[in-house]
């Protein structure tokens, strides 16, 4: 604690980083709730209503904060959502930016990590609620989020080349690997926008609920991930991560060692007792 009680945690990099909530204090647009719905479970909220939540540098950096924090954090599973005033997941990046830069400045914007590789590199898994439009770059976050659910009437799209440019933030090798390279090739090059139920379809998201039940299966899946091992939880998403980043007997391999590992595990031992015992666990993350 400091001086003034203000929690603090040591990031991976060493750097002291304060609790999600007292960083996102400090933002404009990025708002974070811990434990609103259901305990270990930390909503992180884009509201840049004004643009429909587009990702301009301050969100950005703003988001990566926020991140941070988070993965320093005790919370087993992030909801990411848009703000209901923004009306939108993400419309898509700053077009006013985008217009000022020449190639060595997107050169310079692109160097990793950006937000995407933020949110794919989280310990924590994240559930997208898509709860509005997520176009090009919010398509693309959306993409790097490891489960999502979209409410009826929300519409994704990579409508880039309407610009004149293709997506820059993971969304020409991450789309294929979610819904083929055939549909990816058929959103990229037409720009054409798909609505929740199509998406949903091709393997874009993973479920589409009408308004009145959006927010409670958003809630329901991340508890039922929250009451999970934290440990278990980051292990399996490095795991289920590596499939399509490693060929096959890599990955075997690569699962194998990282189900060993949790043998060394607190939570190991506690999971398979509570089990033979027919009590719920007492998860300690370590």
């Known amino acids: 604690m400091t001086g003034d009680d203000e929690e603090v945690s040591v990031g991976n990099d060493g750097r002291s980083v304060g609790s999600p909530e007292a960083v996102a204090a400090e933002c404009e647009t990025v708002d974070v709730g811990i434990g609103d719905r259901v305990e270990g479970v930390v909503t992180v909220t884009l509201s840049r209503p004004d643009a429909r939540n587009a990702l301009n540098a301050q969100l950005r950096a703003e988001l990566k904060d926020v991140l941070d924090a988070i993965e320093a954090s005790d919370a087993r599973v992030v909801v990411l959502t848009g703000s209901a005033e923004s009306g939108a997941f993400v419309a898509g990046a700053d077009v006013t930016e985008l217009r000022e830069r020449g190639p060595f400045e997107q050169r310079e914007a692109s160097e990793r990590p950006r937000v ?49 440019i293709v997506p820059g933030g993971g ?35 993973d479920e589409v609920h009408p308004d009145e039940e959006f927010e409670d299966r958003v809630y329901d899946l991340a508890e039922s991930m929250a009451e999970k091992s934290p440990l278990a939880l980051e292990y399996a998403k490095k795991a289920v991560k590596a499939s ?43």
Not at 121 to 137: E, M
Not at 142 to 148: G, K, L, V
């Open 171 to 205: 969304g020409t090798q991450r789309l294929p690997r979610l819904v083929g390279e055939g549909q990816a090739m058929k959103m990229i090059l037409s720009g054409e926008l798909v609505d929740a139920t199509e998406a949903c379809d091709i393997g874009l998201v």
């Open 116 to 164: 995407y590789e933020y949110v794919d590199d989280l310990r924590q898994p994240v559930i997208a609620a898509i709860n509005g439009h997520a176009l090009g770059g919010g398509c693309e976050l959306a993409q790097a989020c490891d489960t999502r659910i979209a409410r009826e009437g929300a519409k994704l799209g990579q409508p880039e080349i309407n610009l004149g």
């Open 244 to 286: 399509s980043r490693m060929d096959l007997d890599a990955g075997i391999e690569y699962e194998a060692e990282l189900f060993a590992q949790l043998f060394a595990a607190e939570d190991k031992n506690e999971g398979i007792d509570a089990f033979l015992e027919d009590r719920e666990p007492e998860w300690q993350g370590k």
